[in-house]
T-cell receptor
Framework: GAVVSQHPSWVICKSGTSVKIECRSLDFQATTMFWYRQFPKQSLMLMATSNEGSKATYEQGVEKDKFLINHASLTLSTLTVTSAHPEDSSFYIC?????????????FGPGTRLTVT | GDSVTQMEGPVTLSEEAFLTINCTYTATGYPSLFWYVQYPGEGLQLLLKATKADDKGSNKGFEATYRKETTSFHLEKGSVQVSDSAVYFCALSDLAGSEKLVFGKGTKLTVNP
C-alpha cells in the first residue's frame, strides 16, 4: 500500500536551535500534505496545509514564522521548527491524500517525536 | 467550528467481546466521516468511511453507520481480537472536496487474550 515516511522519527535539540522534519510520499505524488501536532492523550491538531509550488496555509493560532513549511516537490514537504523552545516539544505527524482515492483517503507518516531541552 | 467527540478511553476488553466506541460530531455542512486506527509504532490508517447519511462503512469486521439525525458515527465490532489493540480516531471532513480532517481525541483499545 501507499506509504508516507517521516524523518527523523525522533529528535532532541537544545532550546533556541532549529529542527527540520521531512515528510515523503514514497509511491505517489502529493500536491497537498498536512502537518499535525499531537499532544499526549490528545487529538491531532492540524497546523498547516502544505501546497506544492505555493505558500503553506496555516491554521488559526499557528505561527507561520516559527513553523516554516516548504513543499519542495510532489513527494516532499518539510517542517522546520525555528528557535525551538521546550513548549514546542510534541509529536509531529504529516499526511498526504492519495490522488487515486479522490482525496478521501489520507496516508499518514509514523510521526516525529521532538524534545526540546 | 467543526468538532468531533468520542468516548474517553482507555477501553479494555477480553478477546471475542463486543466493541462499541461512540463518536458524535458537530459540523455546519454535510461532512464525510471516518474512523482511523493507529497501531503501536505505526502511522494512522484509514479503517472505514461514510460520505453521506445512512451510509455504512465497514472493514476488517468493524462497522459504523452515518446517522445524521443523531450526528453520530459509532464504531462497532462483534468480536474483537488481540490484534485489534490500537488507538481509534473518529474524524470528519466538512467541505466538499476538502481533504482537511478534524479528529476526535482518540480511544485506546486493549484486547486481552
Amino acid at each position: 500500500g501507499a506509504v508516507v515516511s517521516q524523518h527523523p522519527s525522533w529528535v532532541i535539540c537544545k532550546s533556541g536551535t532549529s529542527v527540520k522534519i521531512e515528510c515523503r510520499s514514497l509511491d505517489f505524488q502529493a500536491t497537498t500534505m498536512f502537518w499535525y501536532r499531537q499532544f499526549p492523550k490528545q487529538s491531532l491538531m492540524l497546523m498547516a496545509t502544505s501546497n506544492e509550488g505555493s505558500k503553506a496555509t496555516y491554521e488559526q493560532g499557528v505561527e507561520k514564522d516559527k513553523f516554516l513549511i516548504n513543499h519542495a516537490s510532489l513527494t516532499l514537504s518539510t517542517l522546520t521548527v525555528t528557535s525551538a523552545h521546550p513548549e514546542d516539544s510534541s509529536f509531529y505527524i504529516c499526511s498526504a491524500p492519495h490522488p487515486g482515492t479522490g482525496g478521501y483517503e489520507q496516508y499518514f507518516g509514523p510521526g516525529t517525536r521532538l524534545t526540546v531541552t | 467550528g467543526d468538532s468531533v467527540t468520542q468516548m474517553e478511553g482507555p477501553v479494555t476488553l477480553s478477546e471475542e467481546a463486543f466493541l462499541t466506541i461512540n463518536c458524535t460530531y458537530t459540523a455546519t455542512g454535510y461532512p464525510s466521516l471516518f474512523w482511523y486506527v493507529q497501531y503501536p509504532g505505526e502511522g494512522l490508517q484509514l479503517l472505514l468511511k461514510a460520505t453521506k447519511a445512512d451510509d455504512k462503512g465497514s472493514n476488517k469486521g468493524f462497522e459504523a453507520t452515518y446517522r445524521k439525525e443523531t450526528t453520530s458515527f459509532h464504531l462497532e465490532k462483534g468480536s474483537v481480537q488481540v490484534s485489534d489493540s490500537a488507538v481509534y480516531f473518529c474524524a470528519l471532513s466538512d467541505l466538499a472536496g476538502s481533504e482537511k480532517l478534524v479528529f476526535g481525541k482518540g480511544t485506546k483499545l486493549t484486547v486481552n487474550p
